[in-house]
């Protein structure tokens, strides 16, 4: 379980393919080699991965941090855009939440709905944006799952939770202010990106609960 708040900024260092079925992905990180654990499960890039294999890690800059390796599996393959990854490609990192942690977001399962396609990067600035650039960033959802994307709803794009400011039909808008462009991938998206999309948790069990009554059962 995670919250879609962004911990760490990683970078693919190694991607290897088995028969197109498998990809393992070797992912440096900042994180501290000792706390990463076999098995553990980190989101990346907004899919949950679980750590197959792990050490330490030194960044050009020289400061320490560490690999690790996960497995993408063919469902998560044909459902996100870690098919495409490639070395030296960026993802937004995020740890597990721990029992006690601080819920900054909302609840993200890393479990990923769909691709969504990014349609426009529209700036904020001057007397509007005095701290910095603020963007705002239009997509359009896959059809299946724009029926949960609600205006001030929640959602989770790349794995950052994010508040929807406008929807019409599948297009849906969200505004990223100058921190989020500053420690996610975000600062480096333009339109035509994919990006992986997550709807929201209490979203799709109130669409499952209505069609189920609907259905008297």
């Given amino acids: 379980m995670f919250t879609g708040i962004i911990t760490d900024v990683g970078e693919i260092l190694a991607a290897d393919d ?3 079925s498998l990809r393992r992905l070797r992912i440096a990180s900042r ?6 654990a076999l098995g553990a499960s980190i989101a990346c890039g907004g899919p949950c991965l679980t750590v197959v ?22 469902e998560t393959l044909a459902r996100t855009t870690a098919g495409a990854w490639r070395v030296g490609d960026r993802l937004n990192l995020e740890r ?8 900054g977001g909302h609840i993200v399962t890393g479990h990923v ?11 904020v ?3 509007d944006a005095p701290w910095g650039e603020t963007s705002r960033f239009t997509l359009r959802a896959p059809a299946h799952t724009a029926r949960f994307i609600a205006e001030k709803g929640s959602i989770a794009l790349d794995g950052t939770s994010l508040t929807v400011n406008t929807v019409e039909g599948d297009v849906f ?13 975000w600062g ?11 709807v929201d948790m209490m979203a799709r069990y109130a669409a499952r609960l209505a069609e189920a009554q609907a259905k008297g059962y």
């Fill in 31 to 36: 994180y501290d080699p000792a706390s990463i």
């Fill in 53 to 74: 294999a792990a050490g330490p890690h030194a960044w050009p800059d020289g400061t320490a941090g560490a690999w690790f390796d996960v497995d993408v599996a063919a």
């Fill in 188 to 198: 480096l998206r333009q339109p035509g990106d994919r990006i992986n999309l997550e």
């Fill in 18 to 20: 088995h028969q197109g």
């Fill in 125 to 127: 600035t001057g007397d």
């Fill in 173 to 185: 808008s969200v505004l990223l202010i100058p921190h989020t462009l500053q420690v996610t991938t």
């Fill in 113 to 123: 709905d769909g691709v969504a396609e990014l349609l426009a990067r529209d700036a």
């Fill in 96 to 103: 597990a939440l721990k029992i006690g942690d601080e819920l």
